[in-house]
């Protein structure tokens, strides 16, 4: 009888290991093992004896940290990284000031067909990257855009969006009105958790619905808002679709445009999967590094205003 329990007890206590054993297996077989490769390999490279001929004449040997010093010294990475700095500095604010907006307008009250314009919000973030980027390229091309007919119809001036300063809009439109959606639904299931109680006794005290939405509502999302913000800076530093889907439009956007697009020209065109490697690293410490100093000052703001 107490081999027998002993056994059931066992089992009982092992279920949520079985249970987790698959999930862990695929983290490690797909997630865990190629990033340790991806680092391995950032430690290496290839050494050429004489004239690279022969067999044996190229040969993998250790390089140390030589990779990523070259990383640092790198213009194109470090003009790639000042590129995505601008690009971010458009989208994040935007993008997460027109989902607070969007959240808060469907969470009155006097909202009507809310099903529908919440879907038609969220609509565009189930697009994939690379469908959209080619749908507004072609709205950004002057001879085939129906926008610029329009323009040129009435008389207006037609601006090149594909073309120096103005590239910059025309790439974070395409991230703005496909991450919009998504970071609007967080914001506004936060809200519907929002106990009806706290805006009756708000308007029981006279609040407007201005200062209910200022006073009450963004400060209850606050969690949900460094949420976004934290998806948001990995999205901005990780772009790769936009600008490589657009670069056969235009001249202004050139292999190395973003960090990710110089990681794959090292890697696939240069044939240099070691620095390739070694730059990938870097973008992920960077977006480790920004990400949780990034958490970190909003956790020690919160408890600050909790201590108050």
Not at 26 to 43: K, M, N, Q, R, T
Not at 59 to 74: C, K, L, M, P, R
Not at 261 to 274: C, E, L, S, T
């Amino acid at each position: 009888m107490t081999s027998t329990a002993s056994r059931k007890s066992y089992g009982v206590k092992g279920a949520p290991y079985a249970f987790l054993f698959p999930a862990t297996i695929l983290f490690a077989l797909f997630f865990a093992l190629p990033i340790g490769y991806a680092v391995w390999l950032s430690f290496r490279k290839v050494h050429v004896s004489g004239l690279g001929l022969g067999a044996g004449a190229r040969s993998e040997v250790w390089a140390g940290f030589e990779n990523y010093s070259e990383a640092f010294q790198d213009s194109e990475l470090l003009h790639g990284a000042l590129r995505v700095l601008g690009y971010g500095c458009i989208v994040v604010p935007v993008m997460l000031g027109l989902a607070l907006l969007f959240a808060l307008m469907l969470d009155t009250d006097r909202v009507r067909l809310a099903p529908f314009t919440r879907l038609a919000i969220f609509l565009p973030y189930a697009v994939p990257g690379v469908v959209a980027a080619l749908m507004w390229g072609f709205l950004y091309l002057p001879d085939v855009s129906p926008f610029y007919y329009v323009l040129d119809r009435l008389g207006l001036p037609q601006p090149d969006l594909l073309d120096g300063g103005p590239l910059y809009l025309a790439l974070s439109n395409i991230a703005v009105w496909g991450g919009t959606g998504f970071n609007m639904i967080v914001i506004y299931t936060s809200l519907r958790s929002i106990p009806a109680e706290v805006y009756e006794a708000a308007k029981l005290d006279g609040a407007t619905p201005l200062q209910i939405a200022l006073r009450i509502k963004i400060p209850m999302v606050a969690p949900s808002l460094v949420l976004t913000f934290f998806f948001s800076i990995i999205a901005t530093l990780q772009v790769f679709n936009e600008p490589t889907t657009l670069k056969p439009l235009t001249n202004s956007v050139n292999t190395s445009w973003s960090p990710l697009m110089k990681v794959y020209q090292d890697a696939f065109h240069r044939g240099d999967i070691y620095s390739a490697a070694a730059e990938a690293t870097l973008i992920a410490l960077a977006t480790l590094v920004l990400s949780f100093g990034f958490l970190r000052a909003a956790n020690r703001r919160n408890q600050q205003e909790e201590a108050r």
